[in-house]
Each structure stands twice: as structure tokens, then as C-alpha cells.
């Protein structure tokens, strides 16, 4: 379920005009510049908000770090996964939202669908594909140049609904809106 509250905040500071935007990272320098992805923003917001399993990095503070309390992976023979004994930071750079920020908003994807555009590649002679498909946040930011205040737009229109309500009918999450 959406966290509102929490969305609301971070709607808020991408429409603050605090954060320079930028594409292909969450977080970023360029020229000197700090630059940030919709969903760095989000990340940022749920950080400074109470996402306490999630930092910036020390080292390197336009990369995060997750906290790590355990193994992840149940195979003791896996080379791939990570294992600790304990708690412990970890880089985490997805490009994406981290599934402890996608726990703090209540999204259930990593990159959220926030809107809807026609299929540049429907043929409707033909009848292949689909008239329309979804856009998601990280396709608006890098690839539409939507700014954001379109993007926010987009996460409230697709999670807010009206006054605060979600839209009838439509739910972006998968849960059933039909009523009991």
C-alpha cells in the first residue's frame, strides 16, 4: 500500500526546485554540479525521513550504501550473493529504487509506473502490440525529458488520486479496487 505521507514529501521536493536534474544515476556530479534522478530525490527524502537501513556513502556521497544485517542469500556455496555475520554497509547503486525505499514509499516495483503515453510502435491496421504503454520514472526522466514537475505529477496522478484517494478503478500497484 502506498505510503502517502511519505510520497507526498518526497512530491514535494521534486517540485521544490532544491535539486538540479540529471539522468543515468540517481545522484551524480557533473561540472561541478550535483545532479539527481526523480528517484534520487526519493531516495534522498526517504533517507533524511527515517529509511534508516539506507545512507549516503562516506566515501562518496552521491552513492548510497544499504545496511546489510546477515546473510542475503540462503546458499552457503553461492560466490554471487553477499554474505555477512553481521550488520555491515554495502554500496548500493541501483539506478533504481533500493527495495528498502520502495518498502518506505510502499511501491512494488523498483522503477514506478507514473503515467501512460501512446505506443509509438502500434499498428493499428495491423492490429499488433499495444495503443498505449506505461511510462515509468525512469523513462520520464532520461529518455522523455520530462521535468520534474511532470514527473511529480505523474507519481500523484498515478498514486494519489484525487484529494488523496486513489482514482476508482484504477490501482498501479496490482491490488484489487473493486469494491467488497
Known amino acids: 500500500m502506498i505510503q502517502k505521507d511519505r510520497l507526498a514529501l518526497g512530491l514535494a521536493a521534486l517540485r521544490s526546485g532544491n535539486y538540479t536534474q540529471g539522468t543515468g544515476e540517481l545522484k551524480k556530479i557533473e561540472n561541478g554540479v550535483v545532479k539527481h534522478c526523480c528517484l534520487g530525490v526519493l531516495t534522498d527524502i526517504a533517507i533524511a525521513n527515517g529509511c534508516d537501513t539506507m545512507r549516503p556513502n562516506p566515501g562518496n556521497p552521491v552513492k548510497y550504501q544499504i545496511l546489510i544485517d546477515g546473510p542475503v542469500c540462503k546458499s552457503a556455496t553461492c560466490t554471487t550473493c553477499i554474505h555477512t555475520d553481521g550488520p555491515e ?48 520514472a525512469t523513462v520520464a526522466n532520461d529518455r522523455l525529458d520530462w521535468d520534474f514537475h511532470q514527473i511529480a505529477q505523474g507519481f500523484e496522478d498515478t498514486y494519489m488520486g484525487v484529494n488523496g484517494d486513489p482514482a476508482p478503478g484504477t490501482d498501479p500497484q496490482g491490488e484489487s479496487s473493486s469494491p467488497s
Not at 518498502?103 to 502500434?122: A, K
Open 89 to 136: 554497509w554495502m554500496d548500493a547503486d541501483l539506478g533504481v529504487l533500493h527495495d528498502v525505499v520502495q518498502d518506505f514509499y510502499g511501491f512494488q516495483e523498483c522503477d514506478p509506473v507514473i503515467g501512460m503515453r501512446l505506443n509509438p510502435d502500434y499498428d493499428s491496421f495491423a492490429g499488433f502490440g499495444s495503443e498505449t504503454v506505461s511510462v515509468t
